[in-house]
């Protein structure tokens, strides 16, 4: 069975772009959650999507949104990106609500120059 | 607060040596679990272990250790005899938010060298 799969693995962006990152979870699992992380710190939570409907938001500003398609999978979108937004972004898929399980995938290296 | 901290910022130990990494968490909720990732540089976060509140029993799976203890709030990882595959950064972790959003908080890791 295919895990959590990620696209794109690596891309660099210019300062002020938008940069949209797409996430498949793991065949029938509905949850999908959405963390940044920044060289040399754990993972931190943006987003969690469960049944399509956002259900959890982290610090982080409304540059920041993210959407859940029919068929579960992801995008998060960043706008107006700032050199502080580059980072591995790791999006985790869960059968449910809980956080009890949930798989990562292998995350999107998103570079700000 | 929930929060989970991990002290040791780096640790560099000889192949064949043993290695604890420390893990000390803050947590509101009566029944909880914590995890343990490893992440490679390759970047994926491996899952390696989860323990429930209710269980204080240390878990051992093969070199890997867990000692639990809910006195002292802390869930310390040992690595016996390391290897040099087992370098990494290792993520103490606590899932939190039941009722409303489900998120794993993670400390800021520990970057474990073992050296030939």
């Known amino acids: 069975d295919a895990g959590v799969t990620q696209s794109p693995t690596h891309l660099i962006k210019t300062r002020g772009q938008h940069v949209t990152l797409r996430c498949s979870p793991i065949?029938?699992?509905?949850?999908v959650s959405w963390y940044q992380q920044v060289l040399g710190q754990g993972p931190q939570f943006i987003f969690q999507?469960?049944?399509?409907?956002?259900?959890g938001r982290g610090n982080f500003p409304d540059r920041f949104s993210a959407r859940q398609f029919p068929n579960y999978s992801s995008e998060l979108n960043v706008n107006a990106l700032l050199l502080g937004d580059s980072a591995l972004y790791l999006c985790?898929?869960?059968?449910?609500?809980?956080?009890?399980?949930?798989?990562f995938g292998p995350g999107t290296r998103l570079t700000v120059t | 607060a929930q929060k989970v901290t991990q002290a040791q910022t780096e640790i560099s130990v000889v192949e064949k040596e043993d290695v604890t990494l420390d893990c000390v968490y803050e947590?509101?909720?009566?029944?909880?679990?914590l995890f343990w990732y490893k992440q490679p540089p390759s970047g994926e976060l491996v899952f390696l272990i989860r323990?429930?509140?209710?269980?204080?029993q240390n878990e051992i799976s093969g070199r890997y250790s867990w000692n639990f203890q809910k006195s002292t709030s802390s869930f310390n990882f040992t690595i016996t005899a390391s290897q040099v595959v087992d370098s990494a950064v290792y993520f103490c972790?606590?899932?939190?938010?039941?009722?409303?959003?489900?998120?794993?908080?993670f400390g800021s890791g520990t970057r474990l060298s073992i050296r030939p």
């Open positions: 999507y469960y049944e399509k409907e956002e259900r």
């Open positions: 065949s029938g699992h509905k949850s």
């Open positions: 972790a606590l899932p939190t938010g039941y009722s409303s959003a489900s998120k794993i908080i």
């Open positions: 985790a898929s869960s059968l449910g609500r809980t956080p009890y399980e949930q798989y």
């Open positions: 947590t509101r909720d009566t029944t909880y679990y």
């Open positions: 323990r429930n509140s209710f269980d204080e």
